[in-house]
């Protein structure tokens, strides 16, 4: 089984910083796409920033600029560097894995989530 383990939340003054990282492991052929979403109470979970393939990253409106995405290929980790953190940037941070089996099928992972949050 493909296992997706995430590090680094916790709490944080406005205006701090976080590092996150998440560690993917298991028979993973090849990797399409590693990111995080996010999911705030009474809100729905929201695309933070993503790397596809060997593009730039992509990144929600919200956090250009503060936050910045990348990733260890050798050590199948994805790290997000958060910076000039929000009350609003308060919530469950999961990691996300799109990825291949050796048969080509694309499969989805996600992390158990880390908390994230950000006092004022």
């Known amino acids: 089984q493909v296992q997706l383990v995430e590090s680094g939340g916790g709490l944080v003054q406005n205006g701090g910083s976080l590092r996150l990282s998440c560690t993917a492991s298991?028979?993973?052929?090849?990797?399409?796409?590693m990111g995080w979403y996010r999911q705030a109470p009474g809100k729905q979970r929201e695309l933070v920033a993503t790397i596809i393939g060997g593009a730039s990253p992509n990144y929600a409106d919200s956090v250009k600029g503060r936050f910045t995405v990348s990733r260890d290929i050798a050590k199948n980790t994805v790290y997000l560097q958060m910076s000039s953190l929000k009350p609003e940037d308060t919530a469950v941070y999961y990691c996300?894995?799109?990825?291949?089996?050796?048969?080509?099928?694309?499969?989805?992972?996600w992390g158990q989530g880390t908390q994230v949050t950000v006092s004022s």
């Open positions: 996300n894995l799109q990825w291949r089996d050796r048969l080509g099928s694309a499969r989805l992972s």
């Open positions: 298991g028979r993973i052929f090849s990797i399409d796409a």
